[in-house]
């Protein structure tokens, strides 16, 4: 089955302590993208990949870090976790990033930051 | 900066009643795209509409760009419990490299 893997789905941490949020994908994609969604502002771009060892600021990077070393995985990490930093994240992939080339995302990683 | 404004953000209505959704911005977009999300998931797409006008049909969901490629809605006719879950609508902007820019989201909620 085609399909955009996140894990893990839920992880409560605290301030400071590194994580890693994983992303695979099994569809040959080239394009991956992490997304941030919060209450009243949407999706907001993070980081995103147009392919392996190629990644670019979204509109909201600022305390994340990404690598795209094999095409199928993207991971998102938090060097140093923040409250602010408490969202619901969603790892996306297409084809390729043109017009009419839809998004296929992940079931979302939820994180809590105390 | 917001490009994209839905409305409303929340909508409660009753089974069989007609709704729409608007997606609206001042800028111009190369595409649309609609996507659903429910609880516990991504958001899944719906369509993308690419051509000024354009009207694109999914049974009971008709979707409209604007002839100026700045604006989309969405309207769903005898609206289905199955119906419930978040809608967002997604532009592609073009700004050196392409980028897809999403509104905040409408959460419809069609009760029995």
């Known amino acids: 089955e085609a399909q955009v893997t996140q894990n893990p789905r839920y992880l409560i941490t605290v301030t400071g302590k590194k994580l890693t949020v994983t992303c695979s994908q099994n569809m040959n994609h080239e394009y991956m993208s992490w997304y941030r969604q919060d209450p009243g502002l949407g999706l907001r771009q993070i980081y995103y990949s147009m392919n392996v060892e190629v990644t670019d600021k979204g509109d909201v990077p600022e305390g994340y870090k990404v690598s795209r070393k094999e095409k199928r995985n993207f991971p998102l990490i938090l060097e140093s976790p923040s409250p602010n930093q408490t969202s619901l994240y969603f790892c996306a992939s297409s084809l390729r990033r043109q017009i009419n080339s839809p998004l296929h995302f992940g079931n979302g990683t939820r994180l809590t930051v105390t | ?112």
């Open chain 2, 1 to 112: 900066t917001q490009l994209l404004e839905q409305s409303p953000q929340f909508l409660s209505i009753q089974e069989g009643e007609n709704l729409t959704v608007y997606c609206n911005s001042s800028s111009v977009f190369s595409s649309l795209q609609w996507y659903r999300q429910e609880p516990g998931e991504g958001p899944v797409l719906l369509v993308t509409v690419v051509t000024g006008g354009e009207v694109k049909k999914l049974k009971r969901l008709t979707f409209q760009f604007g002839d100026a490629r700045k604006d989309s809605s969405l309207h769903i006719t005898a609206a289905q419990p199955g119906d419930t879950g978040l809608y967002l609508c997604a532009g592609e902007v073009i700004q050196g490299a392409q980028k897809l820019v999403f509104g905040q989201g409408t959460r419809l909620t069609i009760n029995p």
